[in-house]
């Protein structure tokens, strides 16, 4: 499922420096998520959020505000194996170098999947926006074509 562009109205306080990652966080999902979908683990390692965006779930990791803190944006596209098992990864490795930006494709728990990670540190409201964005939309924009192409199984909501 392709999602179409949709403008969204920030906060005024979006792009200051005083808005913590948490806030930027939530503030982003809350204008992603679809069907009041989006959910929140707190603990001591930190915060967890999973929301539904198009066909895919987009999970979000913040491990603390210190600068070595790491923020962590994965959605899940398929489940292996494949069919084509050789073409899918030549698939995903030419569009990890074409078409991801910001974000790659990997292998995680059996699962392909969009990710991105980076510290916490000079982390801007806009990168974090920036990030979930892009992981979501590419998960969604490419999970039906590539499950019919390489014959994989979908991800197991």
């Known amino acids: ?12 306080n979006f792009t200051s420096t005083e808005i913590s990652h948490q806030e930027a966080i939530e503030t ?3 204008s992603l998520q679809e069907n009041d979908s989006a959910m929140v683990h707190h603990d001591e390692q ?5 929301f539904q ?11 603390g505000e210190k600068e070595e803190d ?25 569009m990890n170098g074409e078409e991801t930006l910001e974000t790659r494709f990997g292998i995680m728990n059996n699962q392909i999947v969009v990710l991105t990670q980076r510290t916490v540190e000079d982390l801007s409201p806009g990168e974090i926006s920036l990030a979930i964005t892009l ?7 490419n999970d039906e074509k590539l ?9 197991t909501k």
Not at 53 to 63: K, N
Not at 147 to 155: A, D, L, P, Q, R
């Open 1 to 12: 499922m392709t999602n179409s562009t949709t403008e969204y109205t920030l906060p005024d």
């Open 28 to 30: 982003v999902i809350d």
């Open 46 to 50: 930190g915060y967890l959020w999973k």
């Open 53 to 63: 965006y198009g066909s895919v779930e987009t999970y979000v990791q913040l491990t």
């Open 70 to 94: 790491l923020l962590t944006v994965w959605s899940p596209v398929l489940t292996l194996p494949a069919q084509d098992e050789l073409g899918l990864m030549r698939k995903l490795l030419e």
């Open 135 to 141: 992981v979501a939309t590419i998960a969604d924009d």
């Open 147 to 155: 499950i019919e192409t390489y014959g994989c199984n979908s991800v």
